[in-house]
């Protein structure tokens, strides 16, 4: 979808920028080329592009008052394919899933979140597809799907993305992004080629520093050739083996809006880093600097700061694998239960395994081990359960806390960064007990 205003780059609600200027609103949305004439309707390529979107044309469209959001680009629309998830934003699409969503060992796709940055591609044929891999390799290569099937080994592995800004709505002071609360979180079944494979076969040349990775969504801008996000992972990361060029998610096609028809998944580290509609990936000798990479994208301050202490952009680092953190998936927030009760859970921490989950239905003055399984593939969540007598009816909050393999626990308290990441915290969720 073109948009014509550079004033628009900032992501913003498609209500909200209808709401404010609904003429200029569908000019930018429907196409730099329409026009809306004297009684307000609204003419030309914008009439073409928004048919085009809502698959038919439009008989009454003479009737249609300009600044007129379809009904059909409602929610509903926007989440085809989704099962409950909670939209943040449309415009980029944001949408998470609620925990008590989140109870399956593996993340169905129907569950699995949406972070977008920019406008995803229209949807593209598998089949017609291409990567291409170049900059600092000896032998620089385009492959389709069915290439990458034939030439490399293929793997089926569960493998946790989180968004590096998952748990941003609980900061405070707050910090200014997609508030996600607990959802941004998910361990689907990825199916694909290691990235080291491909690499190998393309011949990493000495000196490479970087990846650095492209997909096919447009920016919000709407300017042709902008990318909305391209980051990258050191070579050392990108080399390791759960790594994925993934073309399946839990058995299927992957979905559109997680990327299809093919995908970057870099398990561990911030979900950014996991390119969706990738087309290319690139090395370099130098730290990747694409569009949120730098700056304070995806970066935190080199040392603790006050909550609200502004920092220089030179102390920031980027942030590399994702912090301990464990997730309490069932019984939901608020659910009314009895006397006895199952918690279920998963736990994970970035490139590391998780030791041990705790939980506390006392406010953390005790705490008691819960039953964590192994994960089933380096990558994946694990997952935890604990059967729990409450001593009599009443509020109780169940809380959790995982501890990983290099013996770091999950904090009450994150110490606060200023775009709002790795928010590992404990989760509690309320239960009535009767
Ligand atoms: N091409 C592209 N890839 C992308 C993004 C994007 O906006 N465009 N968002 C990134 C971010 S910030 C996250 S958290 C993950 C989310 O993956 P999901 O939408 O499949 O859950 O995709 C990453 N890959
Ligand atoms: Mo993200």
Wanted: proline share 8%.
């Amino acid at each position: 979808m073109p948009r014509d205003k550079s004033s628009f780059s900032e992501p913003r609600d498609l209500h909200e920028f209808f709401a404010e200027d609904p003429v200029a609103a569908d000019r930018a949305f429907f196409g730099r080329k329409s026009h809306v004439d004297r009684r307000g309707f609204l003419r030309g390529a914008g009439l073409a592009a928004m048919a085009a979107m809502v698959g038919a044309a439009i008989p009454f469209h003479r009737n249609m008052p300009a600044g007129l959001i379809p009904a059909a680009f409602a929610d509903e629309k926007a989440l085809v394919g989704k099962d409950g998830l909670t939209l943040l934003n449309e415009r980029p699409l944001n949408a998470e899933t609620p925990p008590h969503l989140l109870d399956d060992s593996i993340t169905p796709t129907s569950r699995h979140f949406i972070r977008n940055n920019g406008v995803p591609p229209a949807e593209a044929s598998a089949d017609a597809w291409t990567l291409t891999v170049d900059g600092l390799v000896e032998r620089p290569m385009t492959l389709s799907i069915a290439e990458l099937r034939s030439r490399f080994e293929v793997v089926t592995m569960a493998l946790v993305i989180e968004c590096g800004g998952n748990g941003r709505a609980f900061f405070k002071p707050p910090v200014k992004g997609a508030q996600w609360t607990h959802g941004a979180v998910a361990c689907s079944k990825w199916t694909g080629v290691r990235l080291k494979d491909v690499l190998a076969a393309a011949g990493v040349r000495p000196g490479v520093v970087y990846t650095a990775h492209v997909g096919a969504d447009g920016d919000l801008s709407g300017k042709p050739g902008k990318l909305p996000i391209s980051r990258g992972v050191p070579i050392a990361k990108a080399m390791t083996e759960g790594v994925l060029i993934a073309f399946g998610q839990n058995g299927g096609p992957i979905h559109p809006m997680n990327g299809a028809p093919l995908r970057l998944v870099v398990p561990g580290w911030p979900g950014s880093c996991s390119q969706k509609w990738l087309r290319r990936i690139y090395l370099r000798d130098v730290v990747h600097d694409g569009p949120r990479m730098t700056g304070t994208s995806y970066r935190v301050p080199r040392y603790k700061i006050e909550p609200g202490e502004k920092v220089e952009e030179k102390d920031f680092v980027i942030i590399e694998r994702m912090p301990v953190k464990s997730l309490i998936t069932h019984p939901a927030n608020g659910a009314a239960v009895g006397r006895a009760a199952q918690v279920r859970g998963h736990a994970w921490s970035g490139d590391r395994t998780v030791a041990s989950v705790d939980l506390s239905y006392d406010f953390g003055a005790t705490w008691k081990p819960a039953a964590l399984n192994a994960p089933v593939n380096n990558g994946a969540w694990q997952n935890f359960r604990a059967d729990i007598r409450f001593p009599e009816a009443g509020y109780y909050e169940v809380w959790a806390r995982a501890t990983d393999s290099a013996g770091v626990m999950q904090p009450h308290a994150i110490d606060w960064n200023p775009k709002g990441y790795l928010n590992n915290t404990m989760h509690r969720v309320a239960l009535q007990v009767s």
